[in-house]
């Protein structure tokens, strides 16, 4: 199907469905394979720092130079951050493809910076079938995650009279600083693996060869070091060379 055919299908029988959600507090958009805004609801709109989906439609997650879109998003925009929001961008636009090409569900956690924190949400992209077959465009649905927010039920079954170490003396890494505030926020070495990038046995090595070491531990002992990441208050601060965008893939097929 050409681009005329599926606007027109998606105008005919699928957006006057979706227009009845416009203005519930859901987040839901609905791609054309260009990555473009197509409708969203108003919530949505209003959650990047725009009012309604008019506002969005026709606008195109693959366009870098979108400088009120970056904007809005995201707090800040410099030379090195645009390049993680293009990388970013891009992931976007390739799990879509995927969708496009599948015809199956993504599921994944988006993971955005903005005021010194990360603004968390699971989002499933869900591919729009026409009659013939053919995936013609993907509705997503996205709902607020605790991603950074499992420290307080931590901190309850921590037992920190197991461990004793000296802290004052211990320089960390950039990479072992950002594997410590994972750590202290219960994110697994597969999820870190994706947040940084790096093969898990990297990551296995770091700890085991790295941090355990400087911690005085025995072995590869990531429970009780994610103790100490704890302790040590790692999960109040973001180190810098994170504060970027993230995306962590869900499904066990993709990761």
């Not at 606008?59 to 970013?88: G, R």
């Not at 995650?145 to 890494?173: A, G, Y």
């Amino acid at each position: 199907m050409n681009d005329k055919e599926i606007e027109t299908y998606l105008w005919d029988n699928i957006i006057p469905n979706f227009l009845m959600l416009v203005d519930k507090p859901i987040y839901s958009v609905i791609f054309n394979r260009h990555h473009e805004f197509v409708i969203c609801t108003d919530f949505s709109a209003r959650s990047i720092g725009f009012t309604t989906w008019q506002d969005l439609k026709g606008v195109s997650i693959q366009n870098h130079n979108n400088d009120e879109l970056i904007h809005k998003v995201f707090d800040i925009y410099t030379a090195e951050f645009a390049k993680y929001i293009h990388e970013y961008a891009d992931q976007v636009c390739k799990l879509q493809d995927q969708v496009f090409a599948t015809g199956k569900v993504i599921s994944f956690i988006d993971l955005l910076p903005y005021g010194g924190k990360f603004a968390t949400f699971l989002i499933n992209y869900i591919p729009i079938f026409h009659p013939s077959g053919e995936v013609i465009a993907i509705q997503s649905f996205a709902i607020e995650s605790r991603f950074f927010s499992h420290q307080k039920f931590l901190l309850q079954l921590v037992d920190f009279d197991e461990i004793s170490f000296d802290n004052k003396k211990i320089n960390l890494t950039q990479r072992e600083q950002e594997i410590m505030f994972l750590l202290a926020n219960g994110i697994s070495q597969e999820q870190m693996a994706q947040i940084l990038n790096i093969q898990r046995s990297t990551i296995a090595n770091i700890i085991a060869k790295q941090l355990c070491v400087k911690f005085g531990l025995a072995g590869s002992n990531s429970k009780n070091l994610a103790k100490i990441a704890l302790r040590c208050d790692f999960h109040q601060v973001i180190p810098r060379s994170l504060y970027r965008p993230f995306i962590i893939i869900l499904n066990q097929d993709l990761t």
